[in-house]
C-alpha cells in the first residue's frame, strides 16, 4: 500500500512474537507545522514477549514480597480473584494513580448525600430472586481458587498510603459570576493544586463558626467592611482547611410519621426551644410563626446547614474554564455551544486513503460445492461414524457426541417433518422460503446444528434466538418484533428445552411480550421419512440462508439476511484465511448461535468436515481450564475463545501444570478489537510460552452481523507485515486522529491489529458523520467491506438496507470511487495499517460524542475499573453509556458494588472515579451511579444487557444504592447569563418612548364604569354600609333563606332567613357588650369552623362598632403546630376578645396546646348559649374609611400579612360581583370555599347579604369525605353560579375520575351552571381546570364555565369571570421570553411553548396597569411586568406584615414614575401582562385580558434570568410516575427541589437523575440539591398554594425528615 507508506512505515522485528510497528509522520511537513504538535518521527521501542515474560515475572515477584499484606487487606473483602483486570494494564493503573496523587491534599469538602437509614437497607421487591447463588456467576464473572501474579492486576489496589486510606474528594468546577448573580457555571479544561505535606493535613483544625452581626457597629460603611473582612477571611480558612463532619440533615427529633392535613400544612415544622430572646418584636414574632431554632441567626439571617455550606464552597473553587460569553438561548446556538471547534485540534494530514484490498481467493480442490453439500459428503462417505460435536458437561465428561452421519439422518428426518407434518398432528405446514426460530439453550448444541441444517436442507430459513426465560426478559420485547417482522410462526426447540419455557396453568406458553403466536414444534423422537422421499430441490443463490440478529445502541433488534452464496463465499474464506483442513479438532467456548461462534464451530466446521468440542458457560464457570484441558486432550489445532476465556484461563493456576498447548496453531480471539483484548493476550501468551504456545498461534479478528468476518490474523503470521501494535494518543482519537503517543505516556492506548482483510476482500474506511467520504490514513473512521462474505439486507427495512448495506465511497471532491462495488458498514471504527492491517479503536454503539470530542465506552470502563477494582466493583460488572440533555451528550456510569462497601467508601470511589476519567481523558461524567450486586439487567448469557440497563435508567427503574449527579462539571453549553448594562443605563421614560415609536400598546386596562351599573332608586333605598343592609334585609324580606349550611351526607345542617341571621347577629352583639366589655374600635378575633355561626359572629361584631378578625380553628390532628398558628395570629392582631364555640374552645385549652412564651389566651366567649336579648341600636359607622374588619393570612412566600378593609370598600367589592356576576336574590350561588380570608371570606360572609341571593354553604373539609358532595348539590339545587378553590376542584378530579357513570345515574346534571370560578392567588392552573372540565362533561358541564378569579393581599377581588363576560383567553408565550421578561406569542405546540389561561375579567371599577417593578414605569404589552391595580375596592393598608424587611411600605401607594404619574395604585406582588383579545364585550369594547405568569417574591432569579418556580415544578412533576407534588425554590444561588416520593423509598433515588436532566432540558438551568420527602410534607395552605417559603425554612432548619437529599455537583 502505497498510500500508507506516505504517512507510517513499519519496522519489523524478526525471530520475534511481534513485529512492532511505529507510525512515523511525513517530513515534508512545514516547520511551524513540526513546532506546533509533538514529533511523533521518535521510534517506540520494540515489545519483546520475552522482556514482557520477564517484566511479569518480576512484578510477581515483587507482589510476593512487598504486597502480602495488601493481598491479606484484599482477601477479607474477596476471597477470589475475578474477571475485572482483564480491562486492566499497568499503564492504565499508573495513569490513574497519578491523576488522583494530584488531588490527594484537597481539602474533604464536597458533601455526603444524606440518606435515610431505612434507606440503606431497603430492597427492591424484584431484587430477592438477584441475589440467590444460582444467578451470581455470569458470563463475565468465575469463581476461581489462587491468582495470577503476573496479570497486572494487584497493582490497581496498591498504591501509597494516601491514595488507599485518605477520602479523596472531587475538586470542585468553578462558578463564574455574572453581574454579582447566577448559578454554578462549569467548562472544561483542569487546574492542578500542588499538594502540601502530608503533616499540614493533621495540623488542620476546623472552621470556626461566623460571629452574628454586632450591635457595636455604629454605622453602614464599618457593617460593610466588618462583613466584607469576615466574608473574605471565611474563604481563605476554606481554602486551607478541611470540614468537620457535618451535621445530618435527615435528623429529626419531632417524629417525622404525623402527617398533617393537607388544608393544615403551612405552620408544619416546629420545635421552638423555651425562653428564647429576640433583638426585635418583629424578629421575634416572625421566629414564633415560623418556629425557627434559636441558632438560627448568623450571616444572612438564615440557618444554613453545613452541607449546603460545604457545596456552595466546592463550587466556588475554579476548576474548569468560564462559559462561553455570548450565547443566546436559542436552540442553534445551544446546539453550536454544545460542539464547539477547538482551533488547536489535532487535523487529519495523511493522504486520502485507497482500497485494502486481501489477496486472491484461492479455493482449495475436494471442497463441497455448497454447506448442505458438506453434511450429505461426509455423512454418506465412509467417514460417516467421524464426530462432528462433543459437548462437555458439567462434570466434564464428554456426555453427548455427535457423528456426520447422525447429523445427515436427524437433519433430513426434521426437515421431513418440518414440510409434511409439523409435529406429526396436522396443526399446518411451512413452505420453502418460510423463516423459523431456532429456540435451543446454550448447553444444546448438537440439537441446534441438526435443526439448523435441516432447516438448511428443507429450504427454510432459520432465525436463530434465545431461550426466554420470563414473560420481561431484557431485550425480549424486541425480539418479538424481530419475530414478527420476518414472519415467523414456527419455533424449533428440544423436549428438555421446552420443559423449561414458562407455562400458563393451562400448560400452554405464556404470550411473551411483543411476541407473535408461535407453533412450538419438538424436534426430538420424530418419524424418519420414508424412502422415496427426496429433499426438496436446492434453492437459488440468491436466496435467503439464515438471518442473524443484530442488536443497536439502543436496543432495537434488526435481522441481517445472509444469502446461501455469501455463507458459501463465508466458508471458503475463512478455510482460506485459517488453513481449516478435513479432520482438524476444534476447541469452542463462544455462543454457537451468533457471530464467531456460529461462523466457524456450526458452518466451516462442517463445511471443512472438522470435530468441534463445545464447552458451554456453566462449565467454564465451574472450571475455567476445561478449553486448555481438551486441546491438551484432543491435541486440538483451533481453539475459538474470547479475551475473557483467555484470562479465565490465567486464573486457574492449579490447573496450568497439566496442560500442554504443542498442537495449537491458531488460538482465534474473536474480541480482538476491544482494547483490553492486547493485555489479555500478552498474558496468556507469556504464561503458556513455556506450554508449547507459538506466539504466531494467538490470531486476533474483527466482526460485525452485517459485514461478517472483517478482518483475520492469519496463523502462522506468514508475510512482512503479518503483525503489528501502535501506542496512540488518546487525545488525538478523541478528535478523530491518530496520532503516536510515547510508550510510557499515562494518556495512551495500545493497540493491536485485528489482521489483514479476507482473501477476495476490500476494506474502506469512510467518515462516521453525513456523506460517506473516504477518510485519510491518519484518520479513524468506520470501517466498510466489499466481497462476496457479507450480509445481504436487514429483513423489511429498506431504508436501513440502503443506509448500511449499499454504501457507496465517496472521494473528497463528491466524485464515487473507482470500481462499482458497494461496501457495507461494519459498525467498527479505526483505520487502515501498513500491509492491510486493519486497527479497531472502538464501535459506533459504544462511541460517545461529548463536546464535540469523540469517547468509547470500552476506555472508559477500564479507567473505572483502575480505581481501586478489587473494593468496589462487583465482579467488574460496569455499563457505561451517554444520555442526550441540552444538544448534547452526556456520560452516564452505572456499576454494581460490592455488598461490603459502607456508604462513605462507595462515595469517596466515586469521587476518585470522576477525578480519574477527567485527568485521563479530559471530560467529565454525568452521572455516577451504584446499583446492588447482580441488579443490572443480564443478557441470555449472564453479561449486562446495556441497552435495557439504559432504559430503565432513564425510565427511573433502575433503583440505585448510591448516585452522584456533576452537571456542574460536565454541562458547558448554558445559555448566555442576562447582563445588567450598569454603564449604559436606560431610564423607564425612554423606554415608555421606545415603545411608543415602535407601535407597542401601553399595558392599561379597566372595567365597566361603576357610577352607573346601579338602579339609582333602589342605590337610595339601599343602606350604604355592609351591617344596615343585614338589618333592612331582615325587615324587608324577613323569611328570605339565606345561607344554607350542608353537611358531608348533602343534608342540610343550618339554615337561616335573613330574619334569623339577623337576631343571632345582635345576640352576639349583646354578649360582647354583656361580658364582654367591648368598645368601639375593638379587634374580636372569630375562631369559628365553617358555618353560619361564623356568619353571625361577623355580623354581631358589627354591630356594636368592633373589628372582627377570622381565623381559622387549630386541627385535633395537629394541635401543636397550628395552635401556634392561631396564637400568632391573635397576637399580632391585638384581638382583645376571642369568639368561639365549646368544641374549638377546648382545643384551645387542652393539655396539648404548649406555648414557649407562657402567655394565656385572651378572655374567651362561648358563643353556644347566647343571651335572647336585642340590641338597643346598632353601630353607624360615621365614614366609610373606618374599619369593617381585618382580613389575615400567610401568603405564599411565607408573610403573614393582615389588611384592613374599610366599610366603603367592602360595600364596593359586593356591588362589584353583583354586577359582575348578575346576582340577585332570586339566584342560589354554591360556595365550596374557606371563609377566612380573601376573596372566600367576601363571598362567604359579605356577598349573599349585599346581593340577597341564597348561598349554599359547603366546607371543603366536607368534600374531602365525600368528593361528590360539591356537584350533587350544586345538581340539586340548579345552582347558576359556583365558586370553589384548587383543593376542591383537585379532590374532585381525582376523587371522581371513576364515578361518572354512578353519578349520571344518580341524576347528577351540571347542565345549569353558568359559571365555575377557582378563586385564587396565583397563576391559573390550566392543566387542571382542562381536566375538570373534560371529565365532568359527561354530566352536561359545558367547557365555557369554567374559569378563574385572581386576587392578592392589596386587592381580594382584581378578576372575576362574569356571566355575560367573553370565554376565558388561552395564549401560548415563549418561555425563554419570560425569562428575559418578554412575552412572545407563539403557536400551540411550538417548542418551549407555555400555556397560560386568563384570569377573569376585570371587576367593575377596576383599572390595571404592568409597570416595571424596579424602575415604576409602565411596560408595554411585549413586557412582563408587576400587576398595579386602582379601584374603589382596595384595602386601605397593611395592618401589620410579619417577615417583612421594609420593602412593602409603598404596596398601597405606588405612582408611576411614566405616563399618568399623578395616580395612585396598589402593587400586587404579582407578575403579569395585558393581552387585547379579538373578544367584543357587552358594552362593545375590546377585551383586554390579564394574564397571571407567578407571584413577584417567589420567582428565582438564576444567571441573571427569571425563572418561575410552577414552571419547574410541572417539568419536575412530567419526571416520574411517583411523585406526587413538588415544590422549587432558590438558596444562594442554588435551586432546590423538593419531591414527594408516592412510592417505596428504595425508589427515591431513581428520581435524582430524571429531575436533574428534565430540568436541565427544558429550563436550560441546574438544580443544586434534590429532597426526596414523604408525602403530605410540601405545605400547602387553605387554598390550595404551596408554601414555598415555610418549606425552605423547614428543609434549611433540618425538620423536613428527607428521604434521601442529593447534591449535585
Same mark, same amino acid.
Given at each position: ?98 491523576? =488522583? ?76 459570576? !455574572? ?32 460571629? +452574628? ?7 453602614? *460603611? ?6 466584607? *473582612? ?17 451535621p445530618d440533615v435527615t435528623n429529626n427529633t419531632g417524629g417525622g410519621n404525623n402527617r398533617p392535613p393537607r388544608d393544615d400544612r403551612i405552620t408544619r415544622y416546629s420545635g421552638l426551644a423555651p425562653g428564647r430572646q429576640s433583638s426585635s418584636d418583629s424578629d421575634g414574632w416572625r421566629d414564633a410563626l415560623y418556629n425557627f431554632p434559636e441558632n438560627w441567626r448568623g450571616t444572612g439571617r438564615w440557618k444554613v446547614s453545613n452541607k449546603i455550606q460545604q457545596l456552595l464552597n466546592t463550587l466556588k473553587r475554579p476548576k474548569r474554564r468560564p462559559l462561553p460569553e455570548f450565547y443566546l438561548d436559542d436552540e442553534e446556538d445551544l446546539e453550536i455551544a454544545a460542539n464547539p471547534k477547538d482551533p488547536n485540534a489535532p487535523k487529519p494530514e495523511g493522504m486520502v486513503m485507497t482500497p485494502a484490498r486481501g489477496e486472491q481467493l484461492v479455493i482449495p480442490a475436494g471442497l463441497p460445492r455448497s454447506v448442505e453439500d458438506a453434511v450429505y459428503r461426509y455423512g454418506s462417505s465412509s467417514g460417516y461414524k467421524a464426530p462432528v460435536a462433543t459437548i462437555l458437561d458439567a462434570n466434564g465428561k464428554l456426555s453427548v457426541s455427535l457423528t456426520y452421519g447422525k447429523l445427515l439422518s436427524r437433519s433430513q428426518k426434521m426437515a421431513y417433518n418440518l414440510l409434511t407434518r409439523l409435529g406429526g398432528r396436522g396443526e399446518g405446514n411451512v413452505m420453502p422460503g418460510d423463516r423459523v426460530a431456532l429456540v435451543y439453550p446454550n448447553n444444546d448444541p448438537v440439537s441446534f446444528m441438526c435443526a439448523f441444517y435441516a432447516c438448511l436442507q428443507a429450504g427454510l430459513v432459520p432465525v436463530p434466538i434465545e431461550v426466554p426465560l420470563s414473560r420481561r426478559d431484557a431485550g425480549s420485547q424486541q425480539i418479538g418484533f424481530l419475530l414478527g417482522s420476518c414472519g415467523v410462526s414456527v419455533a424449533l426447540t428440544s423436549e428438555a428445552c421446552f420443559k423449561g419455557i414458562p407455562k400458563t396453568s393451562a400448560g400452554e406458553v405464556v404470550s411473551f411480550k411483543g411476541w407473535p403466536k408461535l407453533t412450538w414444534f419438538i424436534t426430538d423422537h420424530l418419524p424418519k421419512p420414508p424412502k422415496d422421499w427426496q429433499i426438496p430441490p436446492r434453492h437459488s443463490d440468491d436466496s435467503a440462508a439464515y438471518i442473524e440478529y443484530s442488536t443497536d445502541k439502543d436496543g432495537s433488534v434488526k435481522g441481517v439476511v445472509v444469502t446461501r452464496s455469501a455463507m458459501l463465499a463465508h466458508c471458503r474464506t475463512l478455510t482460506s484465511a485459517c488453513n481449516y483442513t478435513e479432520g482438524e479438532v476444534a476447541v469452542c467456548v463462544l455462543d454457537f448461535k451468533r457471530e464467531v461462534g456460529l461462523w466457524h464451530s456450526m458452518l466451516c466446521s462442517v463445511f471443512n468436515g472438522m470435530h468441534v468440542i463445545f464447552i458451554p458457560y456453566s462449565v467454564m464457570k465451574v472450571n475455567p481450564a476445561s478449553w486448555m484441558q481438551m486441546i491438551t486432550r484432543f491435541k486440538a489445532s483451533i481453539a475459538i475463545v474470547k479475551s475473557r476465556d483467555l484470562h479465565w484461563g490465567l486464573l486457574a493456576t492449579k490447573d496450568h501444570k497439566d496442560v500442554s498447548l504443542q498442537s495449537l496453531r491458531l488460538l482465534l480471539v474473536a474480541d480482538g478489537a476491544n482494547p483490553w483484548s492486547l493485555s489479555s493476550c500478552d498474558q496468556f501468551l507469556a504464561v503458556f510460552q513455556s506450554k508449547g504456545l507459538r506466539p ?85 473512521? $468506520? ?29 473528497? #471532491? ?13 459498525? %467498527? ?25 469523540? !469517547? ?12 481501586? +477494582? ?15 440533555? %441540552?444538544? #448534547? ?138 351591617? #344596615? ?42 354578649? =360582647? ?12 378575633? %372569630? ?26 380553628? +387549630? ?174 376542584? $383537585? ?43 373534560? %371529565? ?6 359545558? +367547557? ?33 421570553? =419570560? ?71 409603598? !404596596?398601597?401607594?405606588?405612582? =408611576? ?27 362593545? $369594547? ?124
Open positions: 500500500m502505497t498510500t500508507m507508506t506516505a504517512w507510517m512505515k513499519i519496522r519489523r522485528s524478526r525471530g520475534k512474537r511481534n513485529s512492532t510497528m511505529t507510525f512515523q509522520m511525513v517530513t515534508s511537513r512545514r516547520k511551524d507545522t513540526r513546532k506546533r504538535k509533538r514529533d511523533f518521527s521518535s521510534p517506540m521501542s520494540p515489545r519483546d514477549p520475552s522482556q514482557a515474560a520477564s517484566h511479569h515475572a518480576a512484578l510477581h515477584a515483587h507482589q510476593q514480597s512487598g504486597g502480602a499484606s495488601s493481598r491479606c487487606r484484599r482477601s477479607e473483602h474477596r476471597s477470589v480473584t475475578t474477571h475485572e483486570r482483564r480491562y486492566l494494564s499497568e499503564v492504565r493503573q499508573e495513569a490513574v494513580k497519578e491523576a =488522583l496523587a494530584q488531588y490527594q491534599s484537597r481539602p474533604k469538602n464536597l458533601p455526603l448525600p444524606s440518606k435515610r437509614s431505612s434507606v440503606m437497607t431497603a430492597r427492591s421487591p424484584d431484587r430477592h430472586h438477584r441475589d440467590s447463588d444460582s444467578e451470581d456467576s455470569d458470563e463475565d464473572s468465575v469463581t476461581a481458587e489462587g491468582s495470577l501474579g503476573s496479570s497486572g492486576g494487584h497493582s490497581g489496589s496498591q498504591g501509597t498510603p494516601e491514595v488507599t486510606r485518605t477520602p479523596l474528594l472531587l475538586p470542585p468546577p468553578q462558578v463564574p459570576s !455574572h453581574s454579582g448573580m447566577g448559578t454554578p457555571g462549569s467548562s472544561s479544561g483542569s487546574s492542578h493544586h500542588t499538594p502540601p505535606h502530608p503533616m499540614q493535613q493533621k495540623q488542620q483544625q476546623p472552621l470556626p463558626p461566623i460571629p +452574628p452581626h454586632s450591635n457595636r457597629l455604629s454605622n453602614g *460603611e464599618d457593617d460593610e467592611r466588618t462583613r466584607r *473582612e469576615l466574608s473574605e477571611m471565611t474563604d481563605l480558612m476554606r481554602n486551607i482547611t478541611s470540614f468537620p463532619q457535618p504466531d498461534a494467538i490470531c486476533p479478528c474483527a466482526s460485525s452481523p452485517e459485514a461478517l468476518t472483517v478482518s483475520v490474523r492469519r496463523p502462522g503470521h506468514g508475510g512482512a507485515n503479518a503483525v503489528g501494535r501502535g501506542v496512540l494518543s488518546m487525545q488525538g482519537l478523541s478528535f478523530g486522529v491518530v496520532r503516536v503517543d510515547q510508550e510510557n505516556s499515562l494518556t495512551s492506548l495500545t493497540l493491536q491489529d485485528c489482521g489483514q482483510v479476507l482473501p477476495g476482500a476490500m476494506i474502506v474506511v469512510i467518515k462516521l458523520e453525513g456523506v460517506p467520504f473516504l477518510c485519510r490514513t491518519d484518520e479513524v473512521g $468506520e470501517i466498510c467491506v466489499a466481497g462476496g462474505a457479507v450480509g445481504d439486507q436487514y429483513w423489511g427495512l429498506q431504508g436501513m438496507t440502503n443506509n448500511t448495506f449499499k454504501v457507496q465511497p465517496l472521494l473528497l #471532491d463528491s466524485t464515487p470511487m473507482n470500481g462499482t462495488s458497494t461496501y457495507v458498514r461494519t459498525g %467498527l471504527l479505526g483505520f487502515l495499517g501498513p500491509g492491510g492491517l486493519v486497527f479497531v479503536c472502538g464501535s459506533r454503539d459504544g462511541l460517545m460524542t461529548v463536546t464535540g470530542r469523540k !469517547h468509547n465506552t470500552d476506555d472508559i470502563i477500564a479507567t473505572v475499573l483502575a480505581v481501586e +477494582p478489587m473494593k468496589f466493583i462487583y465482579r467488574g460488572r460496569i455499563a457505561v453509556f451517554s444520555h442526550k440533555v %441540552l444538544r #448534547d451528550e452526556r456520560i452516564c456510569v452505572i456499576a454494581e458494588q460490592r455488598p461490603d462497601c459502607s456508604e462513605e467508601e462507595s462515595f469517596q470511589w466515586m469521587s476518585r472515579v470522576l477525578q480519574a476519567v477527567d485527568s485521563i481523558h479530559q471530560v467529565g461524567i454525568y452521572c455516577l451511579a451504584l446499583v446492588p450486586p447482580n441488579h443490572l439487567p443480564k443478557t441470555p448469557l449472564g453479561g449486562i444487557h446495556l441497552s435495557e440497563t439504559r432504559k430503565k435508567f432513564l425510565e427511573g427503574s433502575l433503583h440505585p444504592a448510591n448516585v452522584l449527579m456533576c452537571p456542574h462539571t460536565c454541562v458547558t453549553n448554558l445559555p448566555k447569563p442576562r447582563e445588567v448594562h450598569h454603564g449604559n443605563y436606560v431610564g423607564p421614560a425612554s423606554v415608555m418612548v421606545g415603545n411608543l415609536v415602535q407601535g407597542n400598546r401601553l399595558a392599561s386596562a379597566q372595567g365597566r364604569d361603576m357610577g352607573l351599573m346601579d338602579d339609582e332608586d333602589g342605590m337610595r333605598r339601599h343602606p350604604q354600609f355592609i351591617a #344596615d343592609i343585614l338589618k333592612w334585609r331582615a325587615s324587608t324580606t324577613e323569611n328570605h333563606e339565606i345561607l344554607t349550611l350542608l353537611n358531608s351526607k348533602g343534608q342540610v345542617a343550618t339554615s337561616l332567613t335573613c330574619a334569623q341571621l339577623h337576631k343571632k347577629a345582635e345576640r352576639v352583639g349583646c354578649l =360582647l357588650l354583656e361580658k364582654g366589655h367591648i368598645n368601639t374600635g375593638d379587634h374580636v378575633a %372569630l375562631i369559628y369552623p365553617p358555618g353560619v355561626d361564623l356568619i353571625a359572629a361577623f355580623y354581631g361584631c358589627l354591630y356594636v362598632g368592633a373589628v372582627p378578625v377570622t381565623i381559622r380553628p +387549630p386541627h385535633p390532628q395537629n394541635l401543636q403546630s397550628t395552635v401556634n398558628t392561631v396564637r400568632t395570629v391573635v397576637d399580632v392582631s391585638k384581638s382583645s376578645i376571642i369568639l368561639s364555640t365549646l368544641t374549638v374552645i377546648k382545643l384551645l385549652k387542652s393539655k396539648e396546646e404548649k406555648f414557649d412564651s407562657g402567655k394565656k389566651w385572651a378572655p374567651i366567649l362561648d358563643t353556644d348559649d347566647l343571651p335572647k336579648k336585642r340590641l338597643p341600636s346598632i353601630y353607624k359607622a360615621p365614614t366609610p374609611e373606618m374599619i369593617a374588619y381585618l382580613d389575615f393570612s400567610v401568603s405564599t412566600t411565607g408573610m403573614l400579612a393582615g389588611i384592613k378593609m374599610s366599610h366603603g370598600a367592602a360595600t364596593s367589592l359586593c356591588l362589584s360581583m353583583k354586577v359582575a356576576c348578575e346576582l340577585y336574590p332570586s339566584r342560589v350561588v354554591a360556595l365550596c370555599l374557606d371563609p377566612y380570608c380573601g376573596l372566600g371570606l367576601a363571598l362567604w360572609v359579605l356577598s349573599s347579604v349585599y346581593s340577597g341571593h341564597q348561598s349554599i354553604l359547603i366546607p371543603p373539609g366536607e368534600v374531602e369525605l365525600n368528593p361528590s358532595l360539591w356537584l350533587s348539590a350544586v345538581s340539586q339545587y340548579k345552582v347558576r353560579d359556583t365558586f370553589c378553590s384548587y383543593g376542591v376542584m $383537585e379532590l374532585c378530579t381525582k376523587g371522581l375520575g371513576s364515578s361518572i357513570t354512578a353519578l349520571k345515574q344518580r341524576g347528577v346534571n351540571l347542565s345549569c351552571v353558568r359559571t365555575c370560578v377557582v378563586v385564587a392567588e396565583e397563576r391559573p392552573r390550566v392543566q387542571l381546570t382542562s381536566s375538570f372540565s373534560k %371529565l365532568f362533561s359527561g354530566l352536561g358541564l359545558s +367547557p365555557r364555565a369554567v374559569s378563574t378569579s385572581f386576587g392578592c393581599r392589596v386587592n381580594v377581588a382584581i378578576c372575576l369571570q362574569g356571566a355575560s363576560s367573553p370565554d376565558p383567553t388561552t395564549v401560548f408565550v415563549d418561555l425563554r421570553s =419570560l425569562r428575559h421578561d418578554r412575552v412572545t406569542l407563539v403557536e400551540r405546540g411550538a417548542p418551549h411553548s407555555l400555556c397560560l389561561m386568563e384570569s377573569g375579567k376585570l371587576l367593575p371599577g377596576v383599572k390595571v396597569v404592568i409597570a416595571n417593578p424596579d424602575t415604576k414605569g409602565q411596560c408595554s404589552d411585549s413586557h412582563l411586568g408587576e400587576i398595579w391595580v386602582q379601584c374603589n375596592h382596595n384595602a386601605s393598608g397593611y395592618f401589620t406584615v410579619y417577615g417583612d424587611d421594609g420593602t412593602s411600605n409603598d !404596596h398601597f401607594n405606588a405612582q =408611576l414614575v411614566t405616563g399618568s404619574t399623578g395616580e395612585v395604585y396598589a402593587r400586587t406582588g404579582y407578575l403579569g401582562f395585558l393581552r387585547r383579545t379579538e373578544s367584543v364585550q357587552a358594552d362593545g $369594547e375590546l377585551h383586554d385580558a390579564v394574564f397571571v405568569v407567578g407571584a413577584l417574591d417567589e420567582t428565582v432569579i438564576l444567571r441573571g434570568m427569571r425563572y418561575h418556580p410552577i414552571d419547574i415544578e410541572m417539568t419536575v412533576m412530567r419526571c416520574h410516575k411517583k411523585i406526587s407534588e413538588c415544590a422549587v425554590f432558590s438558596w444562594t444561588n442554588l435551586l432546590v427541589v423538593v419531591v414527594e416520593l408516592d412510592g417505596a423509598e428504595y425508589e427515591a433515588l431513581d428520581l435524582v437523575p430524571l429531575i436533574t436532566s428534565s430540568v436541565l432540558e427544558e429550563h436550560q438551568v441546574i438544580v443544586g440539591v434534590i429532597v426526596v420527602v414523604d408525602p403530605g410534607v410540601v405545605p400547602i395552605n387553605s387554598r390550595g398554594e404551596k408554601q414555598r417559603m415555610h418549606l425552605r425554612d423547614g428543609f434549611l432548619a433540618d425538620q423536613l425528615d428527607p428521604i434521601y437529599v442529593a447534591y449535585n455537583m
